[in-house]
């Protein structure tokens, strides 16, 4: 056995495209986008059409596959913006959260 830290393999590359509004151009990369956005929650589907949508895809895709869609998904609709880079050796951790911060955040029971 060896005591090497085992190096995770890279994620997947996002294979899904936002469709733009009034879309008319429908693609598998577009279509697989609309499962990949809760937002599509009661327009055009249901709860319960999503999530089985969205499980049928996990369990076809993988799950990293499915989250790295769905970021992508919405950092292209502009539902997820990228978080400042903040530097390591300034004491925090790439999101900018510290251990400073916590009282920040009193619902997240960090505390």
Not at 76 to 91: C, F, K
């Amino acid at each position: 056995m060896s005591n090497k830290a085992s190096i995770p393999k890279p994620l997947p590359k996002p294979n899904a495209i936002a469709p733009m509004s009034g879309e008319t151009n429908w693609t598998a990369e577009k279509v697989k986008a609309i499962f990949c956005n809760p937002l599509y929650i009661g327009h055009p589907l249901s709860e319960e059409e999503w999530v089985r949508q969205a499980a049928k895809m996990i369990k076809e895709d993988g799950r990293e596959q499915f989250l790295v869609n769905m970021l992508a998904v919405m950092r292209q609709t502009g539902l997820l913006v990228e978080p400042p880079v903040v530097r390591q050796d300034e004491g925090s951790t790439p999101y900018g959260f510290s251990e400073s911060r916590k009282e920040s955040f009193p619902g997240l029971g960090l505390n």
